[in-house]
């Protein structure tokens, strides 16, 4: 890991969030807070009972509005301030933690908590307050057909063209605190690692997708993060 690199993707899961503060997906207090998956994060349930799921986000909006970014958003930052490289962030996260640490070239392919979509016409928009089934969209008009623009099961990645070609044509990749379990996001390593680009893993434990990266890097994200980042500094 001396080279000089030019195109990085850091992907990051929850892990990267757990440090201010934010349970992860997989842990004993997971995010969907003893709800059923299939009740608040499926299309089929937003069909079904619009106002539950609403619920669920808009209770959890303004933990997230709260939340402050630690030192693996802040160590990104530096990155991409001071290495010279065209580096991009795609997260897995609803937060807006990396935007929050002043991240640049942020791609949320799960959505994020802080805007809605028309389910009518498409227009997004951002907020921070409650939404419910009577709402109408500022754009269209139509009542009843805004959705929180978080992606649920069953429903297409955002900006999955774009990250594509970013990771096709990077030579280093480097993966956050994410469990590598659901798809595709859990497959980027090998798209980035048939492209030729070394791959690094950050995880506080072995991941079931950990032989595809060349290095393991165990450990809290917050510590682990900015070390790396000072020596590719070092180093460039
Ligand atoms: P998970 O909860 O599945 O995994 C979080 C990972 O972060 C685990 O592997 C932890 O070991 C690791 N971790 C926890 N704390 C850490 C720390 N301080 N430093 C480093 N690593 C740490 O969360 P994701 O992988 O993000 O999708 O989950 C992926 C997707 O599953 C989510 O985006 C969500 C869910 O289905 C949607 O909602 C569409």
Redesign the pocket.
């Known amino acids: 890991m001396n080279k000089q690199y030019k195109n990085i993707v850091i992907l990051?899961?929850?892990?990267?969030s757990?440090?201010s503060g934010l349970a992860?997906?997989?842990?004993a207090d997971?995010?969907w807070n003893n709800h059923k998956?299939e009740d608040v994060?499926t299309i089929e349930a937003f069909w079904r009972n619009p106002d539950y799921v609403h619920q669920f986000y808009n209770e959890m909006r303004p933990e997230l509005f709260a939340a402050k970014p630690n030192a693996?958003h802040l160590a990104i930052t530096k990155l991409q301030k001071e290495y010279s490289a065209n580096i991009s962030v795609v997260t897995?996260?609803?937060d807006t933690l990396h935007e929050k640490a002043g991240n640049t070239n942020i791609y949320h392919i799960?959505?994020q908590i802080n805007q809605i979509v028309c389910l009518n016409c498409g227009h997004v928009f951002e907020t921070w307050s409650d939404v419910s089934s009577e709402d109408k969209c500022e754009q269209c008009g139509i009542a009843g057909m805004l959705k929180p623009n978080?992606?649920?099961?069953g429903e297409n990645l955002l900006y999955m063209d774009q990250v594509d070609r970013l990771l096709s044509s990077c030579d280093l990749f480097v993966s956050?605190?994410?469990?590598?379990?659901?798809y595709p996001?859990a497959g980027f390593v090998q798209v980035a690692k048939f492209g030729g680009a070394e791959t690094v893993e950050?995880?506080?434990?072995t991941?079931s997708n950990n032989y595809m990266f060349d290095r393991h890097i165990t450990?809290?994200?917050?510590t682990?993060l900015p070390q790396f980042v000072d020596e590719l500094i070092e180093k460039s």
């Not at 978080?150 to 099961?153: A, D, E, S």
């Open positions: 990051t899961g929850a892990g990267i757990a440090e992860t997906f997989r842990s997971g995010l998956v994060a693996a897995q996260n609803v799960h959505g978080i992606v649920f099961f956050v605190g994410t469990s590598g379990v659901v996001a950050f995880n506080l434990e991941t450990g809290p994200a917050g682990t």
